[in-house]
């Protein structure tokens, strides 16, 4: 009985928070932080928060937020957000700014809602793609007047006769030397730096075409008769008289059809002086012993 007395004298219980925003305050000052280390932590402005912790809503931008700036209070102190979202959306929807039932998407997270500097420049960044298309629009959408049709129709058309004025000239057509054994014949072909391009002995119905890019090339060979040179198909004279040794001769594709082809009912032999000069012009008119193999 004794103790009694203290009991009723004694201190009455302390009264838990019963609202959200009590709740949240209680459990910030029994960690020891600030609402200014609430606002760090959860990016929310230190007035919201102190209106979350007054239970005002009224002071947020509108119901979403206040649900949604409550989570993220919870949340950086360790207080079961759901649990506080739920009473924060009860309490808010049996007073006054519950008649808003219009706003009904909610913010997740207001901490990862992107900074008004990034938004600016999202919403510039949409103008101008708006204003762009809007100009090319009005450009390709805008039919030509009547004094457009007309001056396209008068005008004359420069592209079907002027394209060739500036282009090159066409590349000249590779007039193809080709060297066949009407039987068998040694020979040799070299340009002017002596470097050989065909060294050796051509058998019958053997041929040789001959390089394009040779560089001024000649022949040497024992047996000019027993060659059938053509240039581009066409057929060219002997090079030379038969079994007489020609050196030195160019057979590049202009040389050779320089060398005129003998008329007809001309004698074979007298067709000599219109080949270069050989290596021993005296023989071209003194008839000599066979020629050297």
């Known amino acids: 009985m004794a103790e009694e007395p203290e009991l009723e004298s004694g201190a009455a219980p302390e009264r838990q928070p019963d609202t959200p925003g009590a709740r949240l305050r209680a459990a910030r000052e029994a960690q020891g932080l600030s609402i200014q280390d609430v606002a760090t932590r959860t990016r929310i402005a230190q007035r919201q928060l102190e209106a979350i912790e007054r239970d005002d809503y009224a002071a947020l931008p509108g119901i979403p937020y206040a649900v949604g700036f409550a989570r993220a209070y919870a949340r950086a102190i360790d207080v079961d957000e759901v ?25 997740a997270d207001p901490a990862r809602v992107p900074s008004r500097a990034l938004a600016w420049t999202a919403a510039a960044i949409v103008v ?17 007047t009547g004094e457009e049709i007309a001056a396209q129709q008068a005008a004359p058309a420069p592209a079907a006769t002027k394209p ?23 020979l040799r072909i070299y340009d002017e730096t002596g ?23 000649m022949i040497l060979t024992g047996r000019p008769q027993a060659l059938a040179v053509t240039v581009g198909g066409k057929p060219i004279a002997p090079l030379g008289p038969p079994d007489r040794t020609i050196a030195d001769v160019p057979v590049n594709a202009e040389a050779l059809l320089a060398r005129a082809a003998p008329a007809a009912g001309q004698v074979q ?21 066979a020629a050297v193999d």
Request: hydrophobic letters at 45%; glycine letters at 6%; zero cysteines.
């Open 83 to 107: 649990a506080i979202a739920a009473d924060v959306r009860s309490a808010v929807h049996n007073s006054d700014l519950g008649s808003n039932r219009y706003e009904a998407f909610e913010p």
């Open 128 to 144: 101008l793609l708006v204003a762009g298309f809007a100009v090319w629009r009005t450009q390709v959408m805008t039919p030509p």
């Open 164 to 186: 060739a004025a500036g282009a090159r000239p066409a590349a000249p057509v590779v007039q193809t030397v080709v060297f066949t054994a009407n039987d068998d014949v040694w």
């Open 195 to 217: 470097e050989r391009l065909k060294d050796g002995l051509m058998k019958k119905g053997e041929s040789f075409t001959l390089p394009a890019n040779a560089r001024n090339p």
């Open 269 to 289: 032999g007298r067709s000599a002086p219109a080949a270069p000069e050989p290596v021993a012009p005296a023989s071209a008119s003194v008839p000599a012993p």
